[in-house]
């Protein structure tokens, strides 16, 4: 049995083969139906029960957007991950893309951190 620091590690250089597809590629967008984030590490992953409803339907969220931490690169910061606090961000929206007449509307946002023991 792997222990969290090794299902990490073992997920990190997936990840990090993943996105040497596309080094310069910052945001993962998709709005398909079961389209799934790419997630760097196993630990801090939303699940399904800490993803909430939506606050204005209650109909479920959907992931629509990841930002990458390749996009600290941008901001001058080193693109490795000791300089970086989160691994990586990921956005839900409302599955059925209630109150697009709202100009403000929340959405729920997920950050991912770095764990502790790598
Ligand atoms: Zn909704």
């Given at each position: 049995?792997?222990?969290?620091?090794?299902?990490?590690?073992?997920?990190?250089?997936?990840?990090?083969?993943?996105?040497?597809?596309?080094?310069?590629?910052?945001?993962?967008?998709?709005?398909?139906?079961?389209?799934?984030?790419?997630?760097?590490?196993?630990?801090?992953?939303?699940?399904?029960?800490?993803?909430?409803?939506c606050k204005s339907?209650?109909?479920?969220?959907?992931?629509?957007?990841?930002?990458?931490?390749?996009?600290?690169?941008?901001?001058?910061?080193?693109?490795?991950?000791?300089?970086?606090?989160?691994?990586?961000?990921?956005?839900?929206?409302?599955?059925?893309?209630?109150?697009?007449?709202?100009?403000y509307k929340e959405e729920f946002?997920?950050?991912?951190?770095?764990?502790?023991?790598?």
């Amino acid at each position: 049995m792997l222990v969290q620091g090794d299902a990490d590690k073992k997920i990190w250089v997936d990840f990090q083969q993943r996105v040497a597809k596309a080094p310069e590629q910052v945001l993962r967008y998709s709005r398909s139906s079961g389209a799934k984030p790419l997630w760097p590490m196993a630990s801090g992953r939303a699940s399904k029960s800490e993803i909430p409803n939506c606050k204005s339907c209650g109909g479920s969220l959907c992931f629509e957007f990841q930002v990458m931490p390749q996009l600290l690169f941008f901001f001058g910061g080193k693109n490795d991950r000791e300089s970086l606090d989160w691994a990586t961000i990921v956005v839900y929206t409302c599955a059925n893309s209630c109150d697009s007449s709202l100009s403000y509307k929340e959405e729920f946002v997920w950050v991912q951190l770095y764990s502790q023991t790598t």
